[in-house]
């Protein structure tokens, strides 16, 4: 609407609106910017995407050309019929003062620089939308991949776990399944979604602290704790699991000085996890690589909570220790 309404809006005589909208000037006027306001959806929603973007320029081209020259000739055809002035007879019966006759006009002229600004437009406009487009692909496209690295890498350490209850016939190991089977349910099922609610999220991580405490019989001080409400809050998917599964990897050793320190705090927007263990030397059962799990983390982290998190690593000699805090959903 606002856009049809610059011809009265630029036209000298818009004090004048009775006599304006009837005059052969507006009337043109009028009609080829209706008719570039259709050009703008025509080439934002057709000739782009179905020309332009398949590279058949010469086609889009000519198309272009086409409906400027519609642009051009069809209101004055309409409105003037064959004549490129306006008729003197109706400026004579006008309050002009005296009346001089009309310059010829050339229509090819009148509106080329707004039919040039709406194609320009309209490009703009549809470049930007799909680079936004391609870039939120890419982002999922890199997040699923992250996500099926993440998910073999925490399977393989648990069956770990559960083939050492195995070996050792633990009463433990028919438990540490049942935990298994709803925690790979929670996977595959919800792990899906962008965000989930951030109960089931404790909850998994939980089971998987639960689950390490059976494999090691009290071997070692596991101290965890969750404080604040859950409550109507969301969080991505394991984003916190690689760095639980990190101190249970390599803070592990029965025969020296093993302390894993988990804590999390949830407040009214963040959510804090504290994570601290012992350096111990281990043999790590299987070949998935070290580290592994953290460094898709951080990925994950940039690509879901741009400028909305604080990681803190400190890799010190005798410990390691995570700060993270996470601006809640």
């Known amino acids: 609407m606002v856009f049809l309404s610059l011809p009265i809006l630029f036209s000298p005589d818009i004090f004048n ?9 507006f009337l043109r ?28 320029y010469v086609v889009f081209t000519l198309l272009i050309i086409i409906y400027y020259l519609m642009v051009a000739m069809l209101p004055n055809t309409l409105i003037n019929g064959d004549r490129f002035t306006d008729s003197p007879e109706f400026f004579s019966n006008q309050s002009f003062g005296n009346f001089h006759p009309p310059p010829f006009r050339n229509p090819f002229k009148e509106h080329f620089f707004e039919f040039l600004a709406v194609l320009s437009l309209t490009l703009m406009l549809k470049i930007n939308s799909r680079l936004k487009l391609a870039e939120k692909q890419k982002v999922n496209a890199e997040l699923s991949y992250l996500k099926a690295q993440i998910n073999p890498h925490f399977l393989f350490n648990t069956l770990n776990s559960i083939y050492s209850l195995a070996i050792e016939k633990s009463d433990y190991t028919a438990t540490a399944v049942l935990k298994l089977s709803g925690m790979m349910r929670y996977v595959i099922t919800d792990v899906n979604n962008k965000f989930v609610p951030l109960e089931k999220e404790i909850n998994y991580l939980s089971d998987y602290i639960e689950l390490q405490k059976i494999r090691l019989d009290n071997a070692i001080k596991v101290d965890y704790f969750v404080m604040g409400d859950t409550a109507d809050k969301e969080i991505a998917p394991l984003v916190l699991i690689s760095f639980i599964e990190n101190a249970f990897k390599y803070g592990v050793n029965a025969e020296e000085n093993s302390e894993i320190k988990i804590q999390i705090t949830i407040t009214k927007a963040y959510l804090h996890l504290s994570i601290f263990n012992n350096k111990v030397h281990v043999y790590p059962i299987g070949t998935s690589k070290s580290g592994l799990g953290i460094e898709n983390t951080k990925q994950r982290l940039q690509l879901l909570y741009p400028g909305n998190h604080k990681l803190i690593i400190k890799d010190n000699k005798d410990d390691f220790s995570v700060l993270l805090s996470l601006y809640l959903k």
């Open 17 to 25: 609106l009775g006599g304006l909208l009837h005059t052969p000037p």
């Open 29 to 56: 006027d009028f009609m080829a910017y209706l008719l570039l306001l259709l050009f703008f959806y025509l080439n934002y929603y057709v000739l782009i995407p179905t020309l332009y973007f398949k590279k058949n």
